[in-house]
Each structure stands twice: as C-alpha cells, then as structure tokens.
C-alpha cells in the first residue's frame, strides 16, 4: 500500500523559509519521479517541483524557479521541497505525490499516488 506523508508546514512570514518533507512507503522508492504540487483557496490544484528517480533531474514551476528546491534521498525514501523567500501568494496546501511508472512527473495528469497535504501559511 502506497503511502506519502508530508511534514514541515507551518504559518510564515513573507522572506522566511521552510523545508517540507515527503516520508514514502509501501513501493520501490527508486523506482518513481516525485514531486510537490500545491494547492490554494479556490484555485486548482498546480505543479510546483518534481524529481526523477536519479534525482539527477529536476523541473520546476516558474513561480519557484530559484526560490524552491527539490531534493531525494532514496536511502531514506524521502523527497523535500526547500522554500526560501516565501511569498504570500506561496500559501496553500502542499501535496507530495508519485509519478506513474515511467513517466517524469510535471503534471497532475501523470500522478498515480497523493499525500494528504500540509498547509503553508505565509503572511505578509
């Protein structure tokens, strides 16, 4: 059974930053691209950050571009999205997720597992 579970959410101020964390069991770690998408009050749910099974490759959305990092540890069976400069419109609930075998993770589409979330408040 497929589990993702995310940690390190918590409420900000704008400039501040934080690291979130995807646990992963259930699977072949290794085997699967990662990622985080995010979703805010009233707006579909969006891609963030992904990672291939490497973690030699890596995508970003353009609103995190140099501002977010996204890392794994396949020792570990762990992803994180580092945050720094969070902005206000940074705010929304942070969801880990698994890319379907074989594909790189960059869109929702291609997402075959979710975590529950963790909420990200940052205040200006």
């Known amino acids: 059974q497929v589990q993702l579970v995310e940690s390190g959410g918590g409420l900000v101020q704008a400039g501040a930053s934080l690291r979130l964390s995807c646990a992963a069991s259930g699977f072949t770690f290794s085997m699967f691209t990662m990622g985080w998408f995010r979703q805010a009050p009233g707006k579909e749910r969006e891609f963030v950050a992904g990672?291939?099974?490497?973690?030699?490759?890596?995508t970003y959305a353009d609103s995190v571009k140099g501002r977010f990092t996204i890392s794994r540890d396949n020792a570990k069976n762990t992803i994180h999205l580092q945050m720094n400069s969070l902005k206000p419109e940074d705010t929304a609930i942070y969801y880990c997720?698994?890319?379907?075998?074989?594909?790189?993770?960059?869109?929702?589409?291609?997402?075959?597992?979710w975590g529950q979330g963790t909420q990200v408040t940052v205040s200006s």
């Open positions: 990672v291939a099974w490497s973690a030699t490759t890596t």
């Open positions: 997720a698994r890319g379907k075998l074989g594909y790189f993770l960059d869109s929702s589409t291609q997402v075959d597992s």
